[in-house]
């Protein structure tokens, strides 16, 4: 028979008794092990009796130790169960009859079908009795789940071990086949390069830039975009933070360098990226004593306000420059929506992963085909590598870098929002601590190699979080090889400019999708913040507020100052600075305290 260690827990089961024992150094209380009941009244097989183990080793107040029956009558698995067996005779340990048994007043911690009484504990070290003639106690082996130690057969419902490596369930470490790795992973490029293309279109607009370098400022975006989305799915040392996020051109960022190129030239623009990069990495240090500020209620609202932001740059990809789309934009984005709603509900397996990819081919096919649009690959071949430094060599004003160090100092909330909803996902456990820094060391680091090729601030962004929501692949590998592809397309030529070539309406309702998922995790984020309580409901509320003035306001705060335009003017920098204010004003006060709820319902 086997003795449990220290700690486990045995069940007892039916025909084993605990017999006491009497003898020289016998104590009260003295452990018991296992002995057969024998005589007439005993069943044949009966398991052994449970009898004190004796002796100077045998500490007071030891518990009953209890084996697994054995025989023709004995279940599989059956549990024993210690019980002191009383009458004469019970002290010599004689089994000529069958004893009548009295039960133990110990709390059951079995299992429903065991008796009650059957806590036992072995002594350590304490070895097997058995009365002559008892055949070794048997039973089937139990895979152990005890903590690392315990001995196998000590609980029969554990849990199987992790890999050391791996969060338990943790399917963003989990490696893709490459027959699905492919398409997933285009079709996250193909979701996100409507930025890319966007930003880059704009920009040589603005700066009136001829088609050789708006080439090649589009090949350095895509080969920044997939060299940072490796990176943050990869990671480096304390470089990228191992999750599946893409790294994106930001909106805000490239409004801004547009903005500074335009008062102080595009070299100036550049000196003020580098600048703005390094201060975020000088910055880093200092997240982890900030950190709880951003509590669930906080990030509820950031996540909302930049799925709400990203739903409007999907809008104005529809629209075009002008804001007023024509009637035939609007239809093709709407079929576009309508075949990736039909792949969704009606495919299956990697045809439904693929829903996005599916309307974007199938939006492309009708443009050309229908005549809502056209599919007009730009000119060029070959491969190319982007310039450096195409506006020539970088120029350092810090005066009029100070927009774009404001908005680096404020993109901390922006990755911390980002850094959780990624987390909400891929179903992996952040410390926001721990993980928001290597995120922004990212964002830092691809923002100094955007300055050598004239972009502007990279960011990591969640324009691919919505893709894996909808098609429940979390792996951080299929990011990675998005990144590879987006890489092989910056530098391939016709590739980049066929990309190019994707009617924007058919790219805006592919995204209208994505990213209205986006807004919608943001919702149960916030239902998860407890609004009933009036302090969090008014936060929610103002913040939300704030945060949407620029977005159906515009022109708001076109007559305020620069700096003033760079925090207000972005609803995620501005709603989420609202919220941190607020809210700790709210704990400063007690006002968020639980006696003061909302009623579910107004009668």
């Not at 990069?277 to 209620?297: C, E, M, N």
Request: proline fraction near 9%; include cysteine; charged fraction near 10%.
């Amino acid at each position: 028979m086997s003795v449990p260690q220290p700690g486990t827990k045995r069940s007892a089961g039916a025909g084993e008794v605990a017999e006491p024992v009497t003898g020289p150094g016998t104590e009260p209380g003295a452990g018991s092990v296992a002995k057969p009941v024998t005589g007439p009244g005993a069943n044949p097989g009966a398991g052994p009796v449970a009898e004190p183990v004796t002796g100077p080793d045998v500490e007071r107040g030891a518990k009953p130790v209890t084996g697994t029956l054995t025989g023709p009558d004995a279940k599989a698995g059956a549990s024993s169960v210690a019980e002191p067996v009383t009458g004469p005779g019970a002290g010599s340990g004689a089994g000529s009859g069958a004893k009548p048994v009295t039960r133990p007043t110990a709390r059951s911690t079995t299992e429903p079908s065991a008796r009650p009484g059957t806590e036992a504990a072995a002594k350590p070290g304490a070895d097997p009795v058995t009365a002559p003639g008892a055949k070794p106690v048997t039973g089937p082996t139990v895979r152990s789940t005890t903590e690392p130690g315990a001995r196998p057969g000590t609980e029969p419902d554990a849990r199987p071990v992790a890999r050391p490596d791996a969060e338990p369930g943790a399917e963003v470490d989990e490696w893709v086949p490459v027959v699905r790795l492919v398409p997933l992973a285009l079709q996250h490029v193909l979701a996100m390069a409507a930025a890319p293309i966007s930003t880059v279109f704009l920009t040589s607009a603005a700066l009136h830039l001829s088609p050789a370098r708006t080439a090649s400022l589009l090949s350095a975006v895509l080969v920044l975009c997939g060299a940072g989305s490796l990176l943050q799915s990869l990671g480096v040392w304390k470089v990228g933070a191992r999750l599946p996020f893409v790294m994106l051109p930001g909106g805000a960022a490239a409004a801004l360098f547009l903005q500074i190129a335009a008062d102080h030239g595009p070299a100036v623009a550049t000196g003020s990226v580098f600048l703005a990069g390094l201060l975020l990495l000088a910055v880093v240090p200092l997240y982890a004593r900030i950190v709880r500020l951003f509590p669930p209620l906080v990030m509820g609202v950031t996540v909302l306000l930049i799925g709400i932001a990203m739903v409007r740059v999907a809008a104005q990809l529809i629209t075009g420059p002008t804001g007023q789309a024509l009637p035939k934009s609007v239809v093709l984005a709407g079929l576009t929506v309508g075949v990736t709603l039909a792949a969704y509900l009606l495919l299956r397996g990697v045809w439904r992963q693929s829903a996005v990819l599916i309307g974007m081919t199938a939006g492309t096919v009708l443009a050309v085909t229908t005549g809502l649009g056209s599919f007009t690959p730009a000119a060029g071949t070959g491969f190319a590598l982007p310039s450096l430094f195409p506006y020539g060599a970088p120029r350092f004003d810090l005066l009029a870098a100070l927009p774009l160090l404001v908005f680096s100092l404020t993109t901390l909330a922006e990755i911390t929002g980002q850094t959780v909803l990624n987390s909400e996902t891929s179903g992996r456990e952040v410390a926001p601590g721990r993980d928001v820094p290597k995120v922004a060391r990212a964002d830092a680091v691809m923002s100094l190699l955007g300055g050598l090729w004239g972009t502007s601030l990279m960011v990591t962004s969640s324009e691919n979080i919505g893709i894996g929501r909808l098609t429940g692949v979390r792996s951080r590998y299929v990011t990675a090889a998005a990144g590879a592809l987006l890489v092989a397309v910056g530098l391939l030529a016709p590739v980049s400019r066929a990309v190019a070539g994707i009617p924007s309406a058919v790219v805006g309702g592919s995204a209208l999708v994505v990213y209205a998922l986006i807004a919608v995790m943001g919702v149960q984020m916030l239902a998860r913040a407890d609004l009933a309580q009036q302090g969090h409901s008014m936060v929610a509320a103002l913040a939300l507020a704030v945060g949407l003035l620029p977005v159906v306001a515009p022109q708001l705060y076109a007559e305020f100052p620069s700096w003033v335009r760079t925090v207000l003017g972005s609803g995620v920098v501005a709603g989420t600075l609202t919220a941190v204010l607020l809210h700790g004003l709210v704990a400063w006060t007690g006002s968020g305290r639980p006696r003061e709820r909302i009623p579910a319902r107004v009668r």
